[in-house]
C-alpha cells in the first residue's frame, strides 16, 4: 500500500487535499481557487445554494471534468492522465446527484457491478461484499430481485450508496443525497452516512439541506457562486451567524 | 405450389433467416453499447467465409497480413500513448499483446499445412484470424471519435465498409468460394428432405443465442455490457470504461460474424462482398426489433429469412426489393408508436 501523506497537526492521514482548483464551462470559472481536505474516517460537507457549482466540484474531483490546479489523492499528486476509470480503481467513488441507475436491471445486478473493477482486478469477495452492504440497507435485501427503475425515491438513494459501497470506496463523494426525499426518509440516510464514517471511510458529502448536513459533518464548507466562502468546524457553522442567516433560516427546525 | 415445395422453402428460409438472426443481434448488441451502427458486420460474415475457404485451399489468407498490420498501427498509436504518458512498463505488454500474438498465430500457420487439418481445427483457426480484426478495427477506427455523434460514428463505418471490401477483393480476388458441407447426413421426414448442414446451422445459432443469452445474464462482463447499454455515466462511475465495452462487444460482434460465415459458406457461394446484403438483412431484422430489443431483432430477421425464400418463389427478381421494402412499414410502424425522443 503507499503510504499517505501526514497531515502534520493532528497526524491524521488525509485522503484528499485540493488547492487553487478552478474548472471552466469554456470562459466562464464555474469553480474558483477551491482550497480543501478530507481526512480519513471524516465526514466533509460543503454547503451553499442552488447553482454554487457543488456538482461541478464532485465532477472535477472524479474526473468527469477537466480541472486546473492541484489534486492529491492518497498522497499522489494527480496529473493529465487522470481518468474516472483510474480514480475509481484508486478507491474514490461518486454517488452521483442522478443515481444514474441501471433502471432495467435488478437491485442485486446494481450492486453487483458496484464491484465490477474490482472483480475485474481479480478480487473474487463481490458476494460478502453484498452482505455488508444488505446489513446496511437491510431493505436492498428485500428488494434485491426487483428493478432498480421501479424503486421509490428513498430506495434508489440507498440502491446507488449501496452500489457505491460495492467497491469498498476509501474517499466517497456523495452528491445531495436528500435531493427530492421525504424528511423521514432523509434522516435514515443521513443516519446510515454516519455510520459510514465508523467504517473508515472519508466522505465528501454536497447538500443544499445544510442543517443535517452539518449535523453529521466533522467540518463544513460554504460554497457560493464557484468560491469558498467560509469554512470550519461544523458545529462552530451550526451557530455563525453567516451560516445560520442564509442557509439554515432563523432558528426553524425542520 | 405443392406442400414439398413450401417445406424446402421454409427450411431454406429459416436457415437464413438464423444467420440473419444472430447478425441482428450483434448489430443490436453493438449499437446498444457504442452508438455505432455497425455497417461491416457483413464483411466479417465474408471474411470468415473466404477465410476458412483459403486454409481448406492450402493457401495462406490475406487476413494474415491485415492481421500483422493492424497490430503494428496499434502497437505505434498505443507506444507512443504509453511512451507519453511515461507508463513504460506497459510498453512490452502493448507489443507483445498487437504484434506478438499475431506473429505468433502466422507463425502456426507457415509451419503447418492448414489443408491438411480436421475440420474444427481449420474452423478454430479461421475464427483466430478474422474475430481479433473486431477489437483492432474498433481501437483504430471507433475509439478516438468513441463521443462523437451517431452520424459521425455512422460515416466511420461506412468508410471501414468500404475500406474492407476493397481489402476483400485484394485478399480473396473476385471469385466466389464455397467450402464443403460440415455433414452429409440428411433425414427424411414424410415428404421433405432434411439437410444436414440446414439442422447444423439452426442448431449452432439456437446455441450460439442461449450462450449470448447466460453471457449477459450470468457473467458479471456481459452485465456491464448492459449497463453500459443502459446508462453510460452510471457505468462510468463503476470503472466499466466505455473503451472496455466497446473492445468487448467489437469482439462479440466479430465472432458472431466470422462464426455465421463459417456455417453459411458450405450453403452459398460466398464473395468478397457478399456480405454486405446478408448483414443489411440481418440490420432489418435489428430495425424490426427498433436496434434495442434482442428477441424482436431475432424474430424480425427469421421472418426477412422467410419471406425472402417465399418470394424467390413467387417473384424471384424482386426477391431483395420484397424484403428491403420491409423495412418502410415497420419504420412507419414505429414512428406511429414510438414518442420521439431528441438524442443529443
Not at chain 2, 466497446?246 to 462464426?259: M, P, W
Amino acid at each position: 500500500m503507499r503510504v499517505l501523506d501526514d497531515d502534520g497537526d493532528d497526524g491524521q492521514t488525509v485522503v484528499l487535499q485540493v488547492r487553487g482548483l478552478s474548472v471552466s464551462y469554456g470562459k466562464v470559472d464555474a469553480l474558483h481557487g477551491i482550497a480543501l481536505r478530507v481526512h480519513r474516517g471524516e465526514i466533509v460537507t460543503v454547503i451553499g445554494p442552488n447553482g454554487a457549482g457543488k456538482t461541478t466540484l464532485l465532477c472535477a474531483l472524479i474526473g468527469l471534468l477537466p480541472v486546473r490546479g492541484d489534486i492529491v489523492y492518497l498522497g499522489e499528486r494527480q496529473d493529465a492522465g487522470r481518468s474516472v476509470e483510474k480514480l475509481v480503481r484508486q478507491g474514490m467513488t461518486l454517488v452521483p446527484e442522478k443515481r444514474e441507475l441501471f433502471a432495467e436491471m435488478s437491485v442485486e445486478d446494481n450492486l453487483l457491478l458496484g464491484a465490477f473493477d474490482r472483480y475485474r482486478v481479480g478480487h473474487r469477495d463481490q458476494l460478502e461484499t453484498i452482505d455488508q452492504v444488505y446489513d446496511i440497507f437491510p431493505r436492498l435485501m428485500e428488494r434485491r430481485q426487483q428493478m432498480a427503475g421501479t424503486l421509490s425515491g428513498g430506495e434508489r438513494q440507498m440502491l446507488a450508496m449501496g452500489r457505491a459501497l460495492m467497491a469498498k470506496p476509501r474517499l466517497l463523494l456523495l452528491d445531495e443525497p436528500s435531493l427530492g426525499l421525504a424528511p423521514l426518509v432523509i434522516r435514515e440516510i443521513f443516519r446510515t452516512i454516519s455510520q459510514l464514517k465508523k467504517l473508515g471511510v472519508a466522505i465528501l458529502l454536497v447538500e443544499q439541506n445544510a442543517r443535517a448536513a452539518l449535523q453529521i459533518a466533522d467540518y463544513g464548507y460554504v460554497l457560493e457562486t464557484g468560491e469558498l466562502s467560509l469554512e470550519g468546524r461544523s458545529r462552530e457553522l451550526l451557530t455563525d451567524q453567516r451560516v445560520v442567516e442564509s442557509y439554515l433560516g432563523l432558528g426553524g427546525r425542520h | 405450389m405443392d406442400l414439398q415445395i413450401a417445406l424446402l422453402l421454409g427450411q431454406d428460409g429459416l436457415t437464413n433467416g438464423a444467420i440473419y438472426a444472430l447478425l441482428a443481434l450483434a448489430l443490436v448488441l453493438v449499437f446498444a453499447v457504442t452508438r455505432v451502427i455497425f455497417i461491416p458486420q457483413g464483411e466479417f460474415v465474408a471474411y470468415g467465409a473466404l477465410t476458412l475457404a483459403s486454409l481448406q485451399a492450402g493457401r495462406l489468407p490475406g487476413t494474415v497480413w491485415l492481421l500483422l498490420a493492424l497490430g503494428a498501427v496499434i502497437a505505434v498509436v498505443d507506444g507512443s500513448l504509453a511512451i507519453r504518458a511515461r507508463q513504460f512498463k506497459r510498453l512490452p505488454w502493448i507489443v507483445l499483446l498487437s504484434c506478438g500474438v499475431p506473429l505468433l498465430l502466422v507463425g502456426a500457420l507457415l509451419a503447418v499445412s492448414a489443408a491438411t487439418l480436421p475440420l474444427p481445427v481449420q474452423v478454430l483457426l479461421a475464427l483466430m484470424l478474422v474475430v481479433p480484426l473486431g477489437p483492432m478495427i474498433y481501437r483504430l477506427a471507433y475509439q478516438p471519435v468513441a463521443e462523437a455523434s451517431v452520424l459521425v460514428l455512422l460515416i466511420v463505418s461506412v468508410a471501414v465498409h468500404v475500406t474492407l471490401i476493397g481489402i476483400g477483393l485484394l485478399f480473396f480476388g473476385a471469385e466466389g468460394s464455397r467450402t464443403p458441407p460440415f455433414t452429409d447426413v440428411s433425414l427424411e421426414i414424410g415428404d421433405a428432405l432434411l439437410q444436414g448442414q440446414t439442422i447444423l446451422v439452426v442448431v449452432a445459432s439456437v446455441v450460439l443465442i442461449v450462450a449470448l443469452y447466460f453471457f449477459f445474464e450470468r457473467t458479471i462482463y456481459g452485465k456491464a455490457l448492459r449497463a453500459t447499454a443502459m446508462n453510460r455515466t452510471g457505468a462510468r462511475l463503476m470503472g466499466i470504461s466505455g473503451s472496455l465495452a466497446g473492445l468487448l462487444s467489437f469482439t462479440l460482434a466479430a465472432s458472431i460474424g466470422a462464426f455465421s460465415g463459417i456455417l453459411i459458406s458450405p450453403i452459398t457461394t460466398i464473395y468478397y462482398d457478399s456480405g454486405f446484403v446478408i448483414g443489411l438483412k440481418g440490420f432489418v431484422g435489428a430495425i424490426i426489433g427498433g436496434l434495442a430489443s434482442y428477441p424482436v431483432a431475432a424474430a424480425g430477421a427469421v421472418l426477412v429469412g422467410l419471406l425472402e425464400s417465399y418470394s424467390s418463389f413467387w417473384a424471384s427478381a424482386f426477391k431483395e426489393v420484397i424484403v428491403f421494402t420491409l423495412i418502410i412499414p415497420v419504420l412507419l410502424w414505429r414512428s406511429l408508436k414510438a414518442r420521439h425522443v431528441e438524442e443529443e
